[in-house]
C-alpha cells in the first residue's frame, strides 16, 4: 500500500514527530511505501539543519533523512508555513525540499491512505 | 472496513474523545495513542463510558504509549493491544482514516 | 493526475487566534479548490467560533482571517457544514455565523464522514 504522511508539530515539542516515524518505520518493514512526508505548521521544524539535540537523545531530524535515504521518500516542507516561521533554504537539512501546500492535496489524491500525525 | 479514528489527548485535558465517539460512525475502530492513551485505563473518570463505547467501537491502543507511561498494567479488559506494525495494520484495513487533532 | 475525483473533508475543531491552525488550514483549502476535487468543510467543537460574526483583530494586532471564509464561493467552495450540538453547546445559533452554511446533526455528519476518502482535521 501506498501511505502518504502530514506531520503537524515540531520536533521535541510535541510527540507528533514521534509517533509518525515510528508509524513509517513499521510501515516500511511491513512493504509499504511511504511516498511523501510532508511537513505542516510547526512540523516544518522537523527540517532544519541547527537542530542540535542533547548527545543521549534522538536526532529527530537526522532520522527523516536517513530514512528518506534508504526508502526514497519525498521530504516535503510546506513553503508558506516555513517562511511566517523562518525555515527557509538556508536552514534546510538535506534531503529535504521546500514546495507548495499542492505537494498535500496531491498526496491525498495518489496515496492509498493520509495519515495525519499532530497536536 | 469503515473508518480508522485515532485520539492522541488525554480525556481529562480535551474533548478529543468524546467529540470522537460522538461522531464516529457505530462499528468503526478508535486506536487510542500518545497521551489518549489514559483513556483506556481502569479505575479511572472515564473507564465506564470506555466500556460502554467498546459495545459500539472496536477500541484499540498503542502499546508503546502505554508502556512509556508507565501505565501498561492497568488497560481495561478486552481492548485491543497494538504496537506500530498493528497500527500500520489498521491503517491498511480500514476504508479511510481520520486522525482526531 | 487522471482517475476518480476522492472526497475531501477538512475538519475544523479549534478556535481562531489562539493557535494558527485556523488559519493555516483555511490555506490548505484554497489551494485544494484548485485540485477538483470535491470538497467540504465541517466546523465542530471550537471550530465554530471561526465563523463568529463580528471578528475584530485590531486590539491583538493579529490579521483577521474571517472574511475569506466569505470568498470560498468565489472559490466553488459551498459545502460547509456546522454541528447543531457544537453550535448550542456554545450558545450560538446560524444567525451568528458570518457565512451560509447547513447546519448538521451528530447523526447526519457521521454519515457524512464515513463517506470521506480523506479526512484532514485541524
Redesign the interface.
Known amino acids: 500500500?501506498k501511505?502518504g504522511i502530514?506531520v503537524?508539530e515540531g520536533p521535541y515539542q510535541h510527540?507528533?514527530a514521534d509517533?509518525a516515524y515510528?508509524?513509517c518505520?513499521?510501515?516500511l518493514?511491513?512493504g509499504?511505501r511511504i511516498h511523501r512526508v510532508f511537513f505542516?505548521?510547526d512540523g516544518v521544524h522537523n527540517a532544519s539543519k541547527l537542530t542540535e539535540p542533547p548527545q543521549d537523545d534522538r536526532h529527530i531530524v537526522n532520522r527523516w533523512i536517513k530514512l528518506a535515504e534508504e526508502h526514497d521518500i519525498d521530504l516535503v516542507v510546506c513553503v508558506?508555513?516555513g517562511l511566517r516561521r523562518g525555515l527557509v533554504e538556508e536552514n534546510l537539512a538535506p534531503r529535504f525540499r521546500i514546495s507548495?501546500?499542492?505537494q498535500?492535496?496531491?498526496s491525498?489524491?495518489?496515496a492509498?491512505?493520509?495519515?495525519?500525525?499532530?497536536? | 472496513m469503515p473508518m480508522l479514528h485515532t485520539v492522541n489527548k488525554s480525556p481529562f485535558e480535551r474533548n478529543t474523545l468524546d467529540s470522537c465517539l460522538r461522531l464516529a460512525k457505530k462499528g468503526s475502530t478508535i486506536l487510542l495513542i500518545e497521551d489518549g492513551v489514559y483513556a483506556a485505563l481502569e479505575g479511572t473518570r472515564v473507564s465506564d463510558r470506555i466500556r460502554q463505547a467498546m459495545q459500539e467501537f472496536r477500541i484499540c491502543v498503542l502499546e508503546p504509549d502505554l508502556e512509556a507511561r508507565g501505565v501498561a498494567d492497568r488497560v481495561i479488559e478486552g481492548i485491543e493491544r497494538v504496537d506500530y506494525g498493528g497500527f500500520v495494520d489498521l491503517v491498511a484495513e480500514h476504508d479511510a482514516f481520520q486522525a482526531w487533532l | 493526475m487522471g482517475g476518480k475525483v476522492k472526497r475531501f473533508m477538512y475538519v475544523n475543531r479549534k478556535a481562531p487566534y489562539g493557535t494558527i491552525y485556523a488559519l493555516e488550514a483555511l490555506e490548505v483549502v484554497l489551494i485544494a479548490a484548485a485540485f477538483d476535487q470535491d470538497v467540504s468543510l465541517v466546523f465542530v467543537d471550537d471550530g465554530v467560533y471561526q465563523l463568529k460574526k463580528g471578528q475584530n483583530t485590531k486590539g491583538i494586532d493579529v490579521k483577521n482571517f474571517s472574511p475569506t471564509y466569505r470568498a470560498l464561493e468565489g472559490y466553488d467552495i459551498e459545502k460547509l457544514y456546522v454541528e447543531r450540538e457544537s453550535l448550542e453547546a456554545r450558545g450560538l445559533t446560524e444567525e451568528d455565523l458570518l457565512v451560509p452554511v447547513e447546519v448538521l446533526s451528530s447523526e447526519e455528519l457521521r454519515e457524512l464522514m464515513e463517506q470521506q476518502d480523506v479526512v484532514l482535521s485541524f
Open positions: 500500500m501511505f502530514l503537524n510527540q507528533a509517533t515510528q508509524f518505520k513499521a510501515a518493514a511491513k509499504h505542516y505548521h508558506a508555513a507548495g501546500l499542492g498535500l492535496i496531491e491525498g489524491i495518489q492509498d491512505r493520509l495519515v495525519v500525525f499532530g497536536d
